[in-house]
């Protein structure tokens, strides 16, 4: 089946993987978040697929229990100062780098992205965060963290001085004429004399106007006044529904809100986050599903309160049968971990606990009272070891051959789940090297993804054009 649509693929750049064990898994480089050269090899696999972005998360606080949780996002480069590495080492991927509003000046994210928009020669993204975790505040002298009500207040007349700052400089205001000595033409010059409630801001911008005119805007969110920035102001919006109908609903939200400020629906793109464990067959990507999940520790099964730290993934629960129980609504602490769980737990389980059981049997291929055998797809029975990945795995996981995760990438583009996705590389460069050897080429012998660029902004990469600039819009109109 071919598509005339194509979707768009970005990939999240943890360096020691998006898995919380994948730093330790063969293969992978546990000191990469400090290696440039690293991370350029990185994203250079990635433009080599024709992938539309690399992603640069970003927190502003951290802990040293997400050592054992989160290490990613515990310890990393500062995103702009990498940006401007890799932008050196690349020619056309996007860049997307994270910015908090809450803990920042308009100017000065308006100056950043601006210049990392004029060296990359047009493939600068920024990644709106509000911020959710409160110990950001200590680092800033806060006195506390903001709700969530007044961040978004600030954030939203953020992005319109933002916004302005960037369109200061009219297209050809840099005239730079040597023969007559004409530097720039003043006219073509704005000072945006913002007087908001948050903002006072005299500008214009000293960088001039970005390549793209306005840098691409990322954000992310499930609360009613993310969907509304999102669907106002956003143009990739990140999502993080793990099945098709929530996906779905978050899709048509997002899309409609939209269309209520007068923007059509290939104007803002929706691309849910995805985790792919792929190989050559399915039976090979368990084994190094498994094999992940097999390197994380356990916690002692008395420890039940769930309270485990996860950084910009909120709380865990603890790796152990107790937690199980808890989660499934039947007792099961005592049993040896690799022991078989009896088929008759089905009938005992709750909601939530058949749900588990379902997932489970999905990414792995065993089930309850399943066949031990060791086919092409895996097969065997479900153990209790399997009950604690399955209750601690977060978020949209796909674990199988090539066919198999085409097939889950084209059902959700199809479906109205998504314009693309956003690759969780569960450990790198391993899993980057898979998906682009594996996935991509499948993808585009269904003519689902590219196979070259077709241009070199990262505008061009998401058929969105280039914005009028305001202030010579509003010259033009008078």
Known sequence: MTSTRQLHLGLMFWATGTHTAGWRYPGSKADGAYDIGFIQQVTRIAEAAKFDFLFLGDRLATDAALAATNPAQMSRLEPFTAAAAIAAATESIGIVVTANPTYSDPYTIARLTASLDHLSRGRASWNLVTGADAAAAANFSRAEHWDAERRYDWADEFVDVVRDLWDSWEDGALVRD????????????????????????????????????????????????????????????????????????????????????????????????????????????VVVYDRLNALLPLDPEEEVVDSVRFGGLGQGLKRNLASVSRVIGVDVTGNALDDEVPSS??????????????????????????????????????????????????????????????????????????????????????????????????????????????????????????PANRFASEEAAR
């Open 178 to 285: 040597q023969a007559s000595g004409r530097y720039i033409d003043p006219a073509a010059v704005h000072s945006i004399d913002h007087e908001g409630e948050h903002f006072r801001v005299a500008g214009p911008l000293n960088v001039v106007r970005p390549p793209q005119g306005q840098v691409v805007l990322l954000h992310a969110g499930t609360s009613e006044r993310s969907r509304e920035l999102a669907g106002r102001e956003a143009d990739v919006v990140f999502a993080g529904q793990s099945n098709l109908e929530d996906a779905q609903e978050y899709y048509a939200d997002i899309k409609a809100r939209a269309a209520s400020h007068g923007r059509g629906p290939d104007e803002v793109l929706i691309l849910p986050g995805l985790s792919v464990i792929v190989a050559e067959t399915a039976a090979e990507a």
């Open 345 to 466: 737990i089905a009938d005992e389980v709750n909601d939530d606990g058949s749900r588990i059981l379902a997932r489970i049997a999905v990414l792995t291929r065993r089930t309850l009272g399943g066949e031990d055998d060791d086919g092409d797809d895996g097969g065997g029975r479900i153990t209790y070891r399997d009950l604690i990945d399955g209750i601690a795995r977060q978020g949209a996981v796909v674990v199988g051959d090539p066919v198999e995760v085409a097939d889950h990438l084209q059902l959700w583009f199809e479906s109205g789940a998504a314009d693309g996705f956003n690759i969780f590389p569960d450990f790198v460069p391993g899993s980057v090297d898979a998906f682009t050897r594996l996935v991509v080429p499948e993808l585009q012998r269904r003519g689902l993804f590219r196979t070259e660029y077709d241009g070199g902004t990262f505008r061009e990469h998401l058929g969105l054009a280039v």
